[in-house]
């Protein structure tokens, strides 16, 4: 088994945060796991992306190769279009549907969903009103963990525990709020998908 | 043996604090900068090693020099063009006679995601004449530090650990051992390695020539130096040497490649000579595939005696510039490309990195701007750091960036050229690592150019670490370089100042002579994040 992810966004949406909380959660599992991440000047503002690889074997490269990636899980629209080549012509595409309009031309938000969803296994998730519904406006990126969680082969147990251990130090109400905000994204996906 | 989980980074500082080492220094520098704050993390929580940023890579180097000379065991980090500011230290230090082991880790940037240049350091290692690893995952990368240690002891000279971006910021599973005690202290009783006068120097440079050649026997031998399928007598058309990297990628193509292909890895310089030579008799042609500059491509000429098809970066077969990547290696061995999805029909804007939102470079530069006006002639030079975001638009503050502290030099060059208003502008890191001793020539001179220190108090491109000094300490030491008191401004950049800032900037601009202009306003991300930590403690 081998399932590679390519995480987009913009620098300081917690891009490498999301990376991070999936690759606990492969760890718990049982997974071998390689995380590449971009440190430095791309992040103040600019487009980031993480290319994570899960396996029960060894990982070679620490780049996913062209049309390779299972999952590409975008925090901006805009952002999910920039990486569409390094994903498999079966994999999924999810993107959260707000955008982070830091550029002085940034393109119609209708063209780029239309664009996105005319991708095969495509979807958008409006992940900020899933987060005010979790009550936290915070978790948005739990949210996305949540969308992604049922194509990605790893447990809800193990993506649960490892949401906790990442606010177990923000106390108990905050660890709630974002477990929340993960089982009702998750609901939303299961039920969009049937 | 434990398994945690580490950045490549963060493998050479547990590698190295397992290996015993008494200190550690450095210059932040993307991508090498987490190597040092791991250890400096490490020393609030245990007490030791002694780790510490320093003024600029030269002191760091001759920091750990000192370390090395008194028998105990040092590392020394920084980014690849921070060694050409070691350069002068490092590449003597190979005619020393090294004791207590001396790594270099250093960070190469190919691909450029946080650097000026892609300069390869394997370059360096081999102008100094030593022995340089070049891991290729986290696993070996903790290993090899461990070995690095004992080569630099064993040799007797320093020894350089190669780390590339893709390497230092990925995460992966390391299983790590026991940590080893430190060396005591010693200092060698015989001087002469330690001495570079002339004739001790010749000397010194003799022994370096033996000790190659042990460092080229051990290559040859090492198991970090893998030949694999060369079985003698037969003649395979193709034979690969990876080396980093370039292996993975190798190996992620490997399952779509039909026939066994003989492979040379090197992840130990000096080059493997015996091993290449057996590689290429039993190979038509040969493919090298490195991530960084040809170094081994270009030295298989001098190495080879047959005339042999020798393909990389030199010929096209793989991109001369840039990270390698799975897919440039793909193209190499002649695999067909794989089918992409439709890409989008629209045109994608790029995202490039901007100064934050309420940051203070932002109100300086503004200020700079009207003080200069539409004055085409003037020079606005600047320098390596957050503020070197002001290049681009909507502020277009500044003409020039070329290496660390080169604003000051580059500003006073104009200004002795001719030009009447030259600006140099530079952060308060930048200054302190080499923008200082171009004061030092332009105070001298009492050059008529106007410096503007950013002074945000932090390095703040590299994720905030502390400068070596604070304002107060900055100031202090600018008038002690006797510029006219008249002439050493302060300002600070907000919105409520911005016309007063500007008057100031354009009457020091006027002044015919050396004026220095220190804005003064804490970098916004540190401030957020210092409040958010005095917040947390105020509720534990």
């Known amino acids: 088994m081998k399932y590679d992810i390519i995480l987009a966004g913009v620098g300081g949406q917690g891009t490498l945060s999301v990376a991070a909380i999936i690759a606990s959660a492969a760890l718990k599992q049982g997974l071998t796991v390689r995380q590449s991440e971009i440190h430095g000047m791309s ?10 690889r899960l396996s029960d074997g060894p990982i070679d490269s620490d780049l996913i190769p062209l049309a390779g990636g299972d999952l590409l899980l975008s925090m901006e629209p805009l952002e999910a279009l920039r990486h569409i080549s390094y994903l498999s012509p079966s994999g999924s595409l999810i993107s959260a549907a707000e955008g982070v309009e830091n550029i002085p031309v940034y393109p119609g ?69 974002n477990r929340r905000a993960f089982e009702l994204s998750l609901a939303e996906a299961c039920g969009a998908g049937s | 043996m434990s398994d945690i989980v580490l950045l490549g980074d963060e493998a050479v500082a547990l590698g190295a604090v397992h290996a015993g080492i008494s200190a550690a220094y450095g210059y932040p520098g993307t991508p090498s900068t987490e190597i040092l704050e791991f250890l400096i993390d490490y020393k609030t929580r245990h007490g030791a090693p002694h780790a510490a940023w320093c003024s600029n890579e030269k002191t760091a180097y001759e920091d750990a020099l000192g370390v090395s000379f008194v028998g105990k065991r040092v590392l020394v980090t920084m980014k690849h063009v921070g060694l050409n500011v070691a350069a002068d230290p490092f590449v003597n230090s190979g005619l020393l006679n090294i004791r207590g082991g001396l790594v270099l880790a250093v960070a190469d940037d190919p691909g450029m995601h946080s650097s000026q240049n892609e300069q390869d350091s394997r370059f360096f290692a081999e102008f100094a004449k030593i022995i340089c690893l070049e891991p290729r995952n986290q696993q070996e990368t903790y290993e090899m530090t461990l070995e690095a240690f004992e080569l630099s002891e064993k040799f007797h000279i320093p020894v350089m650990l190669r780390l590339v971006t893709r390497l230092a910021h990925s995460r992966a599973i390391v299983k790590v051992g026991a940590k080893r005690d430190e060396n005591s202290l010693s200092k060698p009783e015989e001087k002469r390695g330690w001495m570079l006068l002339p004739a001790t120097a010749r000397q010194n440079y003799l022994d370096l020539l033996e000790k190659e050649k042990e460092m080229l026997a051990w290559a040859g031998d090492s198991a970090r130096n893998p030949l694999e399928n060369a079985r003698g007598g037969k003649k395979y058309p193709l034979g690969i040497i990876t080396s980093g990297l370039g292996r993975n990628y190798y190996d992620e193509n490997l399952p779509e490649l039909s026939s066994e292909i003989p492979r040379l890895h090197i992840s130990a310089y000096p080059l493997p000579r015996n091993k290449i030579r057996t590689l290429a008799a039993a190979c038509e042609r040969i493919i090298v595939i ?25 010929d096209g077969t793989l991109p001369r510039t840039g990270e390698l990547t799975p897919d440039a290696v793909r193209r190499a061995l002649g695999l067909e490309a794989r089918q992409l999805r439709s890409e989008p029909g629209m045109e994608l804007p790029g995202r490039p990195p901007q100064l934050c939102q309420g940051c203070p470079h932002i ?113 202090r030491m600018i008038e002690g370089l006797e510029i006219d008191p008249a002439h050493i401004r302060s300002i600070t950049p907000l919105k ?6 500007r008057r100031i900037i354009a009457e020091e601009i006027d002044h015919p002579g ?8 804490e970098c916004i991300e540190t401030a957020k994040r210092d409040k958010k930590k005095a917040a947390q403690e105020g509720q534990a």
């Not at chain 2, 490195?290 to 030199?314: A, M, R, V």
């Not at chain 2, 085409?376 to 681009?392: F, K, M, P, R």
Request: charged share 25%; with cysteine.
């Open chain 2, 290 to 314: 490195e991530e960084g500059y040809p170094l081994i491509e270009e030295k298989l000429k001098g190495i080879l005696e047959q005339d042999i098809t020798i393909s990389g970066k030199l």
């Open chain 2, 496 to 501: 409520k100042n911005a016309e007063e800032n």
């Open chain 2, 514 to 521: 050396l004026s220095v202009i220190v804005s003064i306003r």
């Open chain 1, 43 to 52: 992040q103040r503002g600019g487009a980031v992306v993480s290319h994570l």
């Open chain 1, 109 to 177: 938000m209708d063209k780029i969903r239309e664009e996105i969803l005319s991708q095969p296994g495509a979807r958008i998730v409006d992940a900020r009103s899933i987060a005010r519904e979790s009550g936290s406006l915070k978790a948005v990126n739990i949210v996305m963990i949540g969308a992604a969680s049922e194509s990605i082969p790893i447990s809800r147990e193990n993506f649960i525990a490892a949401i906790d251990e990442r606010f177990r130090s923000k106390g108990e109400k905050v660890q709630e709020a």
């Open chain 2, 363 to 475: 109100d300086t530069y503004q200020a700079i701007n009207e003080a200069i006006g539409d004055d085409s002639h003037a020079v606005v030079t600047s320098d390596i750091g957050c503020y070197a975001l002001g290049a681009l638009p909507p502020y277009r503050a500044i003409e020039t960036i070329v290496c660390m502290g080169a604003s000051i030099g580059m500003a006073k060059g104009a200004a002795e050229a001719g030009v009447q208003r030259v600006v140099a502008t530079i952060g308060d890191s930048t200054f302190l690592h080499s923008g200082i001793t171009s004061l030092v020539d332009a105070a001298a001179a009492d050059t008529p150019m106007t410096v503007v220190i950013l002074d945000n108090g932090t390095v703040g491109m590299t994720g905030g670490q502390e400068t070596i000094l604070p304002t107060s300490r900055v100031h």
